[in-house]
């Protein structure tokens, strides 16, 4: 089936920096959504992106649709403590009325 | 705050046992969609109703099953529970009948079955 396949499974980074991350997957996605779960929360979506090569910003975050439709990255640019949570990918399965998420991405912050 | 809510936020029980989690879409939504998320993995389609009717079903076993009610709240049955069930179980609303990048997620139940 379909599955997305997200690098790396955890970041641990400094204040300050940027921070980017990819999902991947072996089968073509015609949209790519990326959310933010942060701890005891549920995920709220960041970005969706529906077009491949398409690039779109919101605030510090920046995601890209990759041209090949199998992957999508997320950037964030002068990270801050309430960057903090989990990043997950996620793009709806064709031909059904679901979504598949990937296994996210864990940011973690020293400040 | 999505405006989806979910009671209760946690829940322990033992194995065997038979629960109800209840969650109240936003305002003039009518799906409701149901996830489970065990430790440290990503989200998993249970099932979507819309409008009191199913209308996608995903890796839901057969001891779970769900129903959305006349006034569109939605509960979520899990019996016969294992070991394995422990996890968050997240509801999410939409207004449409299939709007994957328009779904509200609530906060969550923890089941926790020992």
Redo the contacts between chains.
């Keep these: 089936g379909q599955q997305?396949n997200q690098s790396p499974q955890s970041m641990f980074i400094q204040e300050g920096e940027d921070v980017s991350m990819n999902c991947t997957s072996s089968s073509i996605f015609n949209?790519w959504?990326w959310y933010k779960q942060d701890p005891?929360?549920?995920?709220?979506?960041l970005i969706?992106l529906y077009k491949a090569g398409e690039l779109t910003s919101n605030g510090r975050l920046t995601a890209q649709f990759g041209i090949t439709r199998k992957d999508s990255f997320l950037n964030i640019s002068a990270s801050i403590p309430s960057d903090v949570g989990i990043y997950?990918c996620?793009g709806?399965i064709q031909g059904?009325?679901?979504?598949?998420?990937?296994?996210?991405t864990?940011l973690t912050i020293n400040p | 705050d999505?405006g989806?809510t979910q009671t209760p936020k946690h829940l322990i029980t033992a194995t065997g046992q038979r629960v109800t989690l209840r969650c109240s879409p936003r305002s003039g939504d009518l799906s409701v969609y149901w996830y489970q998320q065990s430790l440290?993995?990503?989200?998993?389609?249970l099932i979507?109703y819309y409008n009191g009717e199913e209308?996608?079903k995903?890796n839901i076993l057969e001891r779970f099953s769900a129903q959305q009610f006349p006034d569109l709240h939605s509960e979520l049955n899990l019996s016969s529970l294992e070991l394995g069930d422990s996890a968050l179980y997240?509801c999410?609303s939409s207004v449409a009948?299939?709007d994957?990048?328009?779904?509200f997620?609530?906060?969550?139940t923890r089941l926790t079955v020992l």
């Design positions: 997305l949209t959504l005891g929360e549920g995920p709220v979506l969706a997950f996620a709806p059904a009325q679901k979504l598949v998420f990937g296994q996210g864990r | 999505s989806v440290d993995q990503g989200l998993q389609f979507q209308r996608a995903g997240f999410a009948r299939w994957y990048n328009e779904q997620f609530g906060p969550g």
